[in-house]
């Protein structure tokens, strides 16, 4: 694992438990990023979670990002924006957030994106989806585990991190493909056990690095 990777990735999208209970989670299991991704929700909605997670987050290694929303990102502070390839784009976010939002990350969902956001230099690159999906109301065609691969290598310093149908029993796959950075949206959002889930796949991600530190020397 680079200095640059960071793990699990939480994103958040119509959870089981309160905002605050997510993002104490986050705190607690070093989660580096905690995404608040609503589509329902109305802006004020949206500013109104931004702050409930915030009270946790502030001051400690979780950066809250927003999602999609450069003007939201800038009005409740947050410390990543998360833009895709239907938002603005990544000078103009930063033209809008005049510095006050201090990471970004950029969605990719095939070669030539990567080849692109890589130009952009973001602090990190989502790459997906890599399996079916339901919880992406249009989502782009499956990326499978041999493009997460090339992904991973094209955007050589760069975290990527993998997202799209990744669960319990596909989580290997993905960690074989090279992933060292990853997201499972439902797996996390739709259950009350957050906290023992958050834990459980730390531990299988660790113990894989491990495995695989091991197996190199
Ligand atoms: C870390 C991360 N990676 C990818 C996405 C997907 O972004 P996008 O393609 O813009 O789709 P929506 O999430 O906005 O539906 C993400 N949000 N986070
Ligand atoms: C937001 C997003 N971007 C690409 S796939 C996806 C949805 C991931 O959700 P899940 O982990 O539940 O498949
Ligand atoms: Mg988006």
Redesign the pocket.
């Known amino acids: 694992m680079s200095k640059r990777d960071f793990g699990l ?1 939480l ?1 958040i ?1 119509n959870p089981s438990v309160s905002y605050a209970k997510i993002a104490r989670v986050a705190v607690d299991n070093n989660i580096r ?1 905690l ?1 608040l ?1 609503e ?1 329902e929700l109305s802006d004020r909605e949206i500013l109104l979670a931004a702050d409930e997670i915030m009270a946790v987050t502030d001051g400690t290694d979780t950066r809250f ?1 927003m ?2 929303r450069a003007d939201l990102a800038f009005l409740c502070g947050a410390d990543c924006l ?6 603005i784009g990544l000078l103009d976010a930063k033209k809008i957030c005049g510095g006050k939002v201090g990471e970004f ?1 950029l ?1 990719t ?1 095939n070669l030539a994106q990567v080849e692109d956001a890589v130009r952009l230099n973001p602090d ?5 989806p890599i399996f079916k999906t339901p ?3 249009k989502p ?1 065609p499956v990326t499978g585990t041999v493009l997460l691969q090339e992904a991973i290598e094209m955007a050589g310093d760069i975290p990527v ?1 993998a ?2 149908g990744i669960n319990a029993e596909n989580l290997r796959d993905v960690l074989r493909a090279g992933a060292k950075n990853l ?1 499972m949206v439902r797996y996390m959002m739709d259950s009350t056990y957050l906290e023992e889930r958050v834990a459980e796949t730390t531990e299988r991600m660790n113990g894989y690095f491990l495995f695989c530190e091991g197996a190199q020397k």
């Not at 998360?82 to 938002?87: F, N, T």
């Not at 990190?124 to 997906?128: N, V």
């Open positions: 990735y994103i999208t990023y995404q991704r589509k990002v999602n999609d998360h833009l895709g390839q239907d938002d990350g969605s969902h990190y690159i989502g790459f997906g919880t992406k109301k782009d991190v997202i799209g997201c």
